[in-house]
T-cell receptor
Framework: DTEVTQTPKHLVMGMTNKKSLKCEQH?????MYWYKQKAKKPPELMFV???????INESVPSRFSPECPNSSLLNLHLHALQPEDSALYLC??????????????FGPGTRLTVL | GQQVMQIPQYQHVQEGEDFTTYCNSS?????IQWYKQRPGGHPVFLIQ?????EVKKQKRLTFQFGEAKKNSSLHITATQTTDVGTYFC?????????????FGTGTLLAVQP
């Protein structure tokens, strides 16, 4: 299984809502990532988990809260978002640092619209 | 901070023509990866280059990593409509202990049948 799944595919939320994005992989990868991608721009790294511990937070606002409950799952909890947070949110996984084969496998993404 | 630029931003070709995108980093990279993102899709890994001066081929695609490990290129011979998409290079900073990739700005390829 070389697939990363993400739910939901689309999400529309108001600025006062709380929602969560979910990501799952069963490739045995111990590094998982959240990226944000705006239209016609490259993916922008938000968070990296390595062995279920947060290893990188790219100065992301606290209204985004990541969680890694186990080695297969990654969540992104959203609260009090702003319209400019509307974007495609991509999850990815890979082998952890130090391994040669560390290509990143991306999920299909969640397209988020904040009203 | 580290920046990875790609040129051109956009290229429109006739089917059968060749295409090249260039990737330049402001700092030395330990390796470089290339990804393709179809319109409406997600990035899909194409290849990884690790050694200085390395050249790798995948059918009609040729990838090069510069001698100084600060630049890379992707060349597609005889483009097809299936090649349409945005091509991103993504570099890992030399000496970095993480899997943090810095994505290039991307080149959008349009192929006219």
């Amino acid at each position: 299984d070389t697939e990363v799944t993400q739910t939901p595919k689309h999400l529309v939320m108001g600025m006062t809502n709380k929602k969560s994005l979910k990501c799952e992989q069963h490739m045995g990868h111990r590094a998982m990532y959240w990226y944000k991608q705006k239209a016609k721009k490259p993916p922008e790294l938000m968070f990296v988990y390595s062995y279920e511990k947060l290893s990188i937070n790219e100065s992301v606002p606290s209204r985004f809260s990541p969680e890694c409950p186990n080695s297969s799952l990654l969540n992104l909890h959203l609260h009090a978002l702003q319209p400019e947070d509307s974007a495609l949110y991509l999850c990815a996984s890979s082998h952890p640092p130090g391994q040669e084969d560390n290509e990143q496998f991306f999920g299909p993404g969640t397209r988020l619209t904040v009203l | 901070g580290q920046q990875v630029m790609q040129i051109p931003q956009y290229q429109h070709v006739q089917e059968g023509e060749d295409f090249t995108t260039y990737c330049n980093s402001s700092t030395t990279l330990s390796n470089i990866q290339w990804y393709k993102q179809r319109p409406g899709g997600h990035p899909v890994f194409l290849i990884q280059l690790v050694k200085s001066g390395e050249v790798k081929k995948q059918k009609r695609l040729t990838f090069q990593f510069g001698e100084a490990k600060k630049n890379s290129s992707l060349h597609i011979t005889a483009t097809q409509t299936t090649d349409v998409g945005t091509y991103f290079c993504a570099g890992k900073r030399y000496g970095g202990a993480t899997n943090k990739l810095i994505f290039g700005t991307g080149t959008l390829l349009a192929v006219q049948p």
